[in-house]
Structure formats: structure tokens, C-alpha cells
């Protein structure tokens, strides 16, 4: 691995990553089997001049133990001191947060689903209230990854482990734009970043009604925008105005649809790994916002536990635009990781809507945010639907604009 690459990585997620400013705190969540980069992470953040960095390891095989062995009503257990430590770290002290999230896919292949969906699900109710830190952007946050040996393994299944995990880490850098050279790093995710703005704003100032999305595989849907919506790219804004990017890689611009405008067929075209299990080759008939029929080659029961969360979960929550011709889909690589995989394909979101992609909406109670057509839901799982067929057209009124021709940008 290129260890001036990896700096790079490390001040790139710091500087435009999370931006953290002086006297800020960090929260860093890491696969302990890849310390380095982590630890380079913290270095630079304290140069930066970070107040305190806190760190939570993450380790699979203790991951799949804990659900193994433990019984419903321990792994049901979220402790006072849990949700003081996220009162602390969160909610008093906004610290910045970088996931660092690599997992092997099949982590949790072979256990009790129902066991393990529920308490996530009493998980996620007990620590809901901590989800708008990072969807309504109050905090500055942001997810990558890196290589560990499962994963690697996944990708590559015809390379030994060494090679494996080499040829993972120069993909990542690779499709995240990281040089050896810091100028040239910086310089690439500027001109970037304007070229993703670019598209946005033209969405942005046409303010289309409605989007068509077909293509050859049977997709056919249509997605009514809410009013005021708003596409984002790769930058987002904390409460305190300061500019982060919350995704490397990004590729993405991405907006929200109208919970209850939402009508058709919707062909799945990449795998999605969902709580540690695998789900392929599936498609979902939606009827005015709501997922009526689905079905999976893989993974139904799991496809069928996912849409059966909690009364948001049939509901649409992000619509995003990414071309066919793009780094991490021309490396056709599928990564089984969503932050590579969505960043190839166009996607959207079954769950919670982000707040952020309404005018005003980041101020609104749950209650009056399903009022103007945003959905709530305790999950927010993206899933791959773009292909080299896929075309999208919008509709302003009578006019139709062509926004997707064959897999890309008409823009
Ligand atoms: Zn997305
Ligand atoms: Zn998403």
C-alpha cells in the first residue's frame, strides 16, 4: 500500500472530509483489523488543532459472536451509559464523525435473522433521536473505507489474500481521487466538486414535478418531486456553515422523492448487503409511494425483514443520479459495500428522507416533515438501479427534458 497515498487519504478526511476546525471534537469509528489509517486520521486532526479524538474500534468476529451467542433480551439492552456517551459525544459536543466502515459481506450468513433485525431495530429506536445529527447535517460527518481481509477476499476471490487486499487499496484510492501528491489530491476533489454543483444547479433552477426512469431491464417508474426540493452534490453545510463532504467517494446528486408519488416498477441492478446478509436480483412494484409486490432471487425473507421495519420502510426516501460512465462503475468491480456501489449507480433509498433536501425542512418536526411529502423511517438503506440503458426524462409542466440518455447525464 502506498503510505503517501494513505496520508493523503488521512488529511483529504480531515481537511474536506469533515473540515474540523480548532477546538473541535472527533469521533472516529475503525475496523481494528486496518488501524493505520485511523491512526493517521487522528494525527493530522490534532494538527488541525482537534480539542479531543475519541475512537471506537470495530471488530467482525466479535460482531458475528455477539449475535451468535448472546440472547434476545441482552442484545435488546441499550445501557444508560450507551446513550450518555452519545448525549456527550453528539448532542453536547457536535463532534465531527468519520466512519471508517469495511465489512465482510457475509458477516452474518447462517445466523437467526429475526434475532438480529430486532435488535438493531431496538437499537435504532433507542438512539433515533441522535440520527438527525448526522441526516439533518447539524455535525459534520463522513464515511470511508478501508481494505480489510474478508472484504478484500469478496472482491477479488480469485487473488490470494496479500493481492487481494493490495489491489483493494489502490481501487479506493483510485476512485477517490487520492494522489501522492497532496496539491494534485486537493486540486482534483475541487474541480470535483464544481463539476457535480454544476448538474445540481441546473436541476436545482429547472425544479421538475415529476422524473420517468426506464430501461430494458423492466424498470418503469415515475417519481413525483416534493415542491422546493433541493439536489445536492458532494458538499453539504454543518450548523455552523462550514462546508463538508459526507461521502469518499462520492459521485452522486441526489435529492428526495415525494413519499406518496411514486409509481411502477423498479428493477434492482446491483446486489445490496443488507445488516450483514445478501440480498440479489430483486424488484419492487410501487402503487403511490408504497412498495406493494417485491421479490428476490437472494435473500427474499431478508428483503422482506428490511421492508417490514416500521411503517416508513415501504417508502421511498432518496432518489440520486450517478452516470454509467463514472470511476468506480468503469472499474467494474461490484464491492458489496454501498459506498462503492451506490457511488457507480444511479439509486435510491428505501427509508428516512434527508431533511437537508427541502428549502427550510431542516427546521420541521418529524410530524410536519411527512406533511410536505418527506418519508420518516427508522432505516435508510440505498439500493443500485442505474445501468447503460437506464434514461430518465423530467417534466416541468408540459415540457420534458431528457436528464439520463443510455446510462448518462444529458445535462
Ligand atoms: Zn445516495
Ligand atoms: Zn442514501
Known sequence: MNTNKLKNFARLAVEFGVNLKEGEDLLISSPIEEPRLARLITEEAYKKGARKVSINWQDDELTRLTYKYRSQETLNEVADWEIAKLDYQI????????????????????????????????????TKKYVKYTMNDILSWLVISVPTEKWAKKVFPNLEKEKALEKLWQVIFDVTRIDEDWEITK???????????????????????????????????????????????????NAKNDMFIPNMPTEEIFTSPKKDGVNGRLVATKPLVYNGLLINNFEFTFKDGKVVDFKAEVGEDTLEEMLNSDQGSRYLG?????????????????FYNTLFDENASCHFALGKAYPTTVKGASDLKDEELSKIGLNDSLIHEDFMVGDKDLNIKGYKGEKEVDIFVDGNFAL
Open 318 to 334: 432518496e432518489i440520486a443520479l450517478v452516470a454509467y460512465n463514472s470511476p468506480i462503475s468503469n472499474s467494474n468491480i461490484l
Open 187 to 237: 486540486s482534483n476533489w475541487e474541480n470535483h466538486i464544481e463539476t457535480l454543483n454544476k448538474k445540481a444547479k441546473f436541476l436545482n433552477d429547472y425544479q421538475f414535478d415529476k422524473v420517468h426512469y426506464t430501461s430494458k431491464n423492466g424498470t418503469d417508474l415515475w417519481v413525483e418531486l416534493p415542491k422546493d426540493h433541493i439536489w445536492m452534490s458532494a458538499g453539504s453545510t
Open 91 to 126: 448532542a453536547e459536543k457536535l463532534s465531527n464523525r468519520i466512519s471508517i466502515h469495511s465489512q465482510d459481506p457475509d458477516l452474518l450468513k447462517g445466523l437467526d435473522e429475526k434475532k438480529i433485525a430486532e435488535a438493531i431495530k431496538v437499537r435504532s429506536q433507542a
